[in-house]
Structures are given as structure tokens and as C-alpha cells.
């Protein structure tokens, strides 16, 4: 084994948080991991980690060895891309974490254009809602909505994402149709519990914001779920309308106050600012911009400018 095996063997029990983890990452048994980081600091001479049975952490030595081998690692990588026919077959795996409703949604489709593109790569995705660690997890690129606090992240915008407030014709029948963000005190509103907050902002056509304590009748952690409420007739939901265009398309949900606007989020592709992008996924954050783009498609449907 080289020693440029040894550094990524190394890097990967790091991220991982320790051997079991990054055993798991690389598919190789947590034996042979251990056996080689013990070779790797009898050749250097020196103890890069402090092994528990719970956890690992880096000596001083480690530390340096650690953000040195990245370097390294990432440099080398670097200059085989650039030296690599740019019409070369892609190969490898690509790790992606993507939100579950948007994942089963939309990326569904275009991960299976991009896999006929490049029939030798392998996509291996975790999809979840929660942000998801991604040098812990060993994750290449996480797909993520809304707005950024991880400045130890790159990000590349992937398209816009736009809310809407909706309800099915059969509850404003019922209910009345709210003219005014604070009617909406007076409805059965459907929450979405990983927006952080249970206070809805609208902002009118002459940029005035309105904020609307909400008391809902149902939370959720799922838009797929709280759409469905809403079609059911359960109440109100502030949704990106990549959930609900399909059912405001069919008429099972109608928009509500249009003249008042939801904050609008974004879609961002991420990686570590510490690793070289590998040409793989640089090839699919352009083929997902292209895709999505500045007008998305579901908001073409339902012609929301």
C-alpha cells in the first residue's frame, strides 16, 4: 500500500470521526483500517491519534499530518483531472445528500438522464431533510434549500425556490377565502416544523412585511404530507411550489393572497471548501444548473414569475 493510500486512508478516519465510521465509508474491514493506521504511525515515528473506545481525536503530530495530506491528496487529484482527456468516461462513485421531497420528486428524473449520460458512475444517495454532515458522513455533495450558515461550505446556486400560501377550493368554500395576511389568525393553517420558527413572513407589493403568529392545527416535517392535508381539505400551507405545483395545476389546490410573498429561498449544490471537486461532480452540479436553471420548469407549469 502507498503512501498516498495511507494519507486518504488517513483523511477518511478523521472526517469519519473514527475507524468504525470510515471503515464503513471505504468497505474495507475495521481490522485492516486499524492495522494500517498502526503501520502508518510506526513508519512516521509518530502517534497521530488518541484511540478510545468511543473516539478518536488528533495529536498535535496528527493534526499537521492531517491538514498536510489533504493538500496532497487534493493536489494530486487536481493534476490527474487536468491531465485526463477532457471526453474521458466518467467512473467512480458520487456520494450526494439531497431533501427527501425534492430528491423523490425531482431528482429522480434527473439522476436517470445523468446515469444514461454516464453509465459507469455509481450515485449513491442519502436522502433526508436534516443537513447532513458531509465530511462525517464521507459525502462528496449535499443538495440544499434555503438559506446558508455553513460558512466551512462552497456553494453553487442551483435555482430559485419559490413559496406559495394554498388551499384546497372545498376549505375556502367552507372557511372563506382570506384577503389579508391577518385573516389568516382566523384559519386552520398547516406548518411545516423544520422551517425553525412558527411565525409566517409576507411581504407585500410595496415591500412591507407582515409577520403572522401562527397557531397550527397541524405540523409536519414533511411537505409532502402537509400538501396532502391540504388537498384533503385540512387547511392552509405556505409550500415551495415545487411540492405543490402538480396539485395547483389539477386544481386541487388554489393559490391564496398573491399580492403578498413568502420569502424566497434557494436551491444550492455544497461541498467542503477543504476538498478538490472531483470532475464527476462538477459534471453533475453543471448538468443540475442546466436542468433547473434561473425558471424551474414546476414553476413554469403554474406560471409563477
Keep these: 500500500m502507498g503512501q498516498l493510500e495511507d494519507m486518504n486512508m488517513f483523511i477518511h478516519v478523521v472526517d469519519a470521526g473514527g475507524i468504525s465510521r470510515a471503515a464503513d465509508q471505504m468497505n474495507l474491514a475495521k481490522s485492516a483500517v486499524s492495522r494500517r493506521l498502526v503501520d502508518l504511525e510506526k513508519r512516521l515515528g509518530v502517534r497521530l491519534l488518541n484511540r478510545t473506545t468511543r473516539k478518536s481525536s488528533l495529536t498535535e503530530a496528527g493534526r499537521n499530518y492531517y491538514e498536510r495530506a489533504i493538500k496532497i491528496v487534493d493536489d494530486v487529484a487536481e493534476l490527474n483531472a487536468l491531465t485526463e482527456d477532457a ?22 428524473t434527473a439522476v436517470d438522464s445523468f446515469i444514461k449520460q454516464h453509465p459507469k458512475l455509481t450515485i449513491n444517495i442519502n436522502f433526508s431533510d436534516g443537513q447532513v454532515d458531509l465530511v462525517e458522513e464521507g459525502m462528496d ?15 453553487r446556486q442551483i435555482c430559485p425556490i419559490k413559496s406559495i400560501l394554498c388551499a384546497s377550493p372545498d376549505y375556502l368554500k367552507k372557511q372563506g377565502i382570506p384577503k389579508t395576511p391577518e385573516d389568516l389568525k382566523h384559519h386552520q393553517l398547516l406548518h411545516y416544523s423544520l422551517s425553525g420558527s412558527l411565525t409566517w413572513k409576507l411581504t407585500d407589493r410595496q415591500g412591507e412585511q407582515h409577520l403572522i403568529n401562527i397557531s397550527a392545527q397541524m405540523i409536519a416535517n414533511n411537505g409532502d404530507f402537509l400538501k396532502n392535508m391540504a388537498v384533503a381539505g385540512h387547511g392552509i400551507i405556505i409550500m415551495p411550489t415545487f411540492i405543490v405545483w402538480k396539485a395547483i395545476a389539477s386544481g386541487e389546490l388554489v393559490p391564496i393572497l398573491s399580492d403578498y410573498d413568502p420569502p424566497q429561498l434557494n436551491a444550492y449544490a455544497v461541498y467542503p ?15 443540475l444548473v442546466e436542468r433547473f436553471g434561473d425558471y424551474p420548469y414546476w414553476d413554469r407549469e403554474i406560471k409563477i414569475q
Design 87 to 108: 471526453n474521458s468516461v466518467l467512473e467512480g462513485t458520487i456520494n450526494l445528500a439531497v431533501p427527501l421531497s425534492f430528491g423523490l420528486c425531482h431528482l429522480s
Design 141 to 155: 455533495l449535499a443538495f440544499r434549500i434555503g438559506v446558508l450558515k455553513d460558512s466551512s461550505l462552497i456553494a
Design 273 to 287: 471548501q477543504a476538498r478538490y471537486l472531483s470532475q464527476r461532480t462538477r459534471v453533475l452540479i453543471d448538468f
